[in-house]
């Protein structure tokens, strides 16, 4: 473990990696579906240690008493009882009864603060199930910073918690689309729906990420704490825990419903009209269960195929939309120019209702584990300075590229692409520039057969090589080869139902 001594900070890209190479080795000892409940426990438990650590420390350093639970209260820091610090639990990594200790800090954490009840991932006996194997796991984990304020604003527990999710997924044989939102895509997002007060909904929250920027936007812009109002939803029990985790952290309160739920198909809040609506519904997601759905409410543009779930996931955030709602949403680049099973057919039909308000097309390699090119729409109803007309930003050739396989947004492209968006609110104009943002009516985009590609209509000048690398060009004909063969098979279904009802006749 000489490479586990060596202090990994957790801003740099790469510890992820390291950290789930040696999780994996607990499979020797268990299933997936049961050592990641122990992996993500240790994460979760390291990252309230380090918090609760900073502020101990702080209070040491003042010369007040660091066991005051007012002081860690007042830092929004849960309070870590003596036997659940890290600190105690490496003294003991090569205890046999390392596991028994792990799981009694679990029970601590949850006994002293009520919030987490029921919350953390864990069950009585998993960790001493681990083995030996535990003792490697905690002095890595030991090496990363997860938990001072620092890595707190830079919601690396949820970024750690994507990667294992990811990696869990794929050992258990299954991928479900979802991708954790990178920070500087729920900046853009934030920026440009301004949600300064009013119902905010996520339909498929996550780790919470939409919510916590859109209480910092309110903070930054000098509006008041809880102005405003959160609802969320999540199907993934795991994750479901950790938006919850995430939210208390920061004393955000929030209705995520009684119990994760699949949101397309029960819906916790069916008569919530949102003011704001967030979110970043899974990409491309096939056997959604569209059986179960074929005569929803919902579907007002049309049915969506049972080969992709994108144009459920609109019609769900357009069905929650209130009066004067808006919604900025993330979609795979294919939702902006498929025509397979209907889907160009409903997009028209939702171009034509008038609700469509902006398309922004978004560099590549942004999104943590998926080469999957992704677009932002934005949603509005009462457009009456924009009635009839889109906006269109290209924002494919922005961006920096922070190592090999990973870029991001920067400030400046952040204020860029939301000042445009932000001007064409307000004036109903823009000052077109080639390459980057024009606007076009919807005459315009019905002779494109609806496509809303942003190349399109502001005569995009980045070079095809530069927007969108050549894994990521590979990865998006990928999926389109995957919706064809999708709709083939659907087809085929129809066509042997017909036949066979034709030879019984």
């Known amino acids: 473990m000489a490479e586990a001594r060596r202090t990994i900070i957790g801003g740099d890209l790469g510890f992820e990696r390291t950290l789930f190479r040696v999780a994996d080795k607990l499979r020797s000892n268990m299933d997936a579906a049961e050592y990641k409940h122990v992996v993500l426990g240790l994460v979760f438990l390291k990252y309230v240690s380090d918090a609760f650590a900073e502020v101990h420390a702080r209070q040491t350093a003042a010369g007040l008493d660091p066991e005051d639970r007012a002081a860690y209260r007042a830092a929004r820091v849960f309070w870590v009882p003596r036997a659940a610090r890290w600190a105690g639990l490496l003294a003991h990594v090569n205890s046999e009864d390392l596991g ?107 780790s919470g990420g939409m919510f916590i920027q859109s209480e910092q936007f309110v903070a930054s812009h000098g509006g008041r704490a809880g102005a405003i109002q959160i609802y969320g939803q999540e199907s993934n029990p795991t994750t479901w825990r950790l938006a919850r985790m995430n939210l208390v952290i920061r004393g955000i309160e929030a209705d995520l419903g ?86 160009g057919e409903i997009r028209g039909n939702i171009i034509e209702g008038d609700l ?45 590229r922070i190592d090999r396989s990973q870029r991001e947004l920067t400030e400046a492209d952040i204020g860029r692409i939301s000042g445009a968006y932000h001007a064409w609110r307000e004036h109903g104009e823009v000052a077109a520039e080639p390459g980057f943002c024009a606007a076009a009516t919807v005459a315009e985009i019905q002779a494109n057969q609806y496509v809303l590609t942003p190349g399109r209509y502001v005569g995009s000048d980045v070079a095809e090589s530069e927007a969108a690398p050549p894994t990521e060009r590979l990865a998006e004909l990928a999926a389109r080869l995957e919706d064809q063969f999708a709709a083939a098979a659907e087809l085929e279904a129809k066509i042997r139902s017909t036949l066979a009802g034709v030879l019984r006749g």
């Open 258 to 343: 009684p119990a994760p739920a699949d949101t397309l198909h029960r819906d916790l809040h069916p008569s919530l009209k949102a003011d704001f609506i967030i979110a970043n519904p899974p990409f491309n997601a096939r056997d959604w269960g569209s059986e179960r759905l074929l005569d929803d409410e919902r579907w007002v543009y049309g049915a969506p195929p049972a080969s992709n779930a994108n144009f459920a996931w609109v019609q769900h955030i357009i069905k929650h939309m209130g009066e004067a709602g808006r919604a900025g949403f993330v979609l795979a680049n294919g939702a902006m120019s498929s025509n397979l099973s209907g889907e």
């Open 100 to 206: 028994r200790r792990v799981d009694a800090a679990m029970a601590a954490i949850e006994r002293d603060n009520p919030a987490l009840a029921g919350v953390l991932p864990r069950d009585e006996g998993r960790a001493a199930r681990a083995g030996a194997r535990l003792g490697e796991l905690v002095e890595l984990i030991g090496t990363i910073g997860l938990g001072s304020e620092a890595q707190r604003s830079k919601d690396i527990l949820g970024r750690v918690y994507e990667y294992f999710l990811s990696e869990f997924a794929l050992a258990e044989g299954r991928k479900g689309g979802q991708f954790y939102t990178p920070r500087s895509v729920v900046r853009l997002l934030v920026e440009m729906l301004a949600p300064y007060g009013g119902r905010v909904y996520d339909p498929c929250c996550g």
């Open 356 to 400: 469509v308000d902006c398309v922004v097309g978004l560099p590549g390699q942004l999104f943590y584990s998926t080469q999957i090119p992704a677009c932002i729409w934005l949603l509005a109803r009462g457009r009456e300075n924009r009635r009839g007309r889109v906006l269109f930003i290209e924002a494919r050739g922005l961006g920096r």
